[in-house]
């Protein structure tokens, strides 16, 4: 498999550190949610957990909003929240314009397709959505056959690759379906945006000017194409109109 370099300029932009930084300030912001909801929970010794998804029936469908917000016990927040972490800041840092669809229909699809086929229970957790994230993040590298993605998804399943057995119908206190429906979801979605979000591939001489150089098509020896000021200011790679 024959990867690309994306262009240095772009992956060490001043831009491109202020999205990493505001990829984990989103990512943050969604983790303070939960775990307020959660120490709500347990300061007031009131339990949410009945208003998480009830597969087939009506009030059930309230989980599609609630499911990933509600967590039943200290380890079970904590278990969700690294992975949580380390998915959301991946996915809105490396694929900005396909997550703002994406990472919505991850949250209420996960929900929304073990409301289907998952067994009569109360589901709750973040799981689902967890699940949903890596599998674009891991799938999305895959596809697109960028050196910095294809980076990504190998950390991701380096570290969360056990992971995988979790979508296998195990364990009584487990929701599997929850976790089957995400990466289900976040497998489809990779897909139909693999082609959202591909930054600039790093180019040569050779491969712009073929005829102006020597018999191999370059003026010297595979050196980095310099681009004129007034060119960089026409086609900025960093405008939102053309990196989408």
């Keep these: 498999m024959q990867l690309k370099v994306p262009d240095p300029e772009y992956t060490a932009s001043p831009r491109a550190q202020a999205n990493f930084m505001l990829a984990i300030k989103l990512t943050l912001g969604f983790l303070a ?3 307020a909801v959660f120490l709500f929970e347990q300061i007031s010794q009131i339990s ?13 469908l309230l989980g599609l909003l609630t499911t990933p917000l509600l967590h039943g016990s200290l380890s079970h927040i904590g278990s969700n929240s690294l992975p949580l972490f380390v998915a959301g800041v991946a996915m809105l840092f490396l694929y900005p314009h396909a997550s703002l669809r994406a990472w919505p229909m991850i ?3 996960s929900a929304a397709l073990a409301w289907v086929f998952a067994r009569p229970s109360v589901h709750i957790g973040a799981s689902g959505l967890v699940y949903g994230m890596l599998a674009f993040v891991f799938v999305s590298g895959i596809l697109r056959r960028d050196l910095r993605s294809v980076g990504v998804s190998l950390m991701v399943w380096f570290f969360y690759g056990s992971m995988v057995w979790g979508v296998l119908p195990a364990g009584r206190g487990m929701s599997w379906e929850l976790h089957l429906s995400g990466a289900l979801v976040g497998v489809v979605l990779a897909y139909l945006y693999r082609d959202w979000d591909r930054p600039p591939v790093k180019r040569y001489d050779w491969e712009d ?18 681009r004129p000021a007034e060119r960089d200011q026409d086609q900025d790679p960093w405008r939102s109109d053309r990196w989408h």
């Design 33 to 35: 949610i939960v775990w």
């Design 48 to 60: 949410l957990s009945r208003f998480g998804l009830r597969p087939r029936e009506g009030m059930g």
């Design 107 to 109: 949250y209420l699809g």
């Design 209 to 226: 000017d073929p005829e102006d150089g020597d018999e191999f098509g370059a003026d010297d020896d595979f050196t980095k194409s310099e």
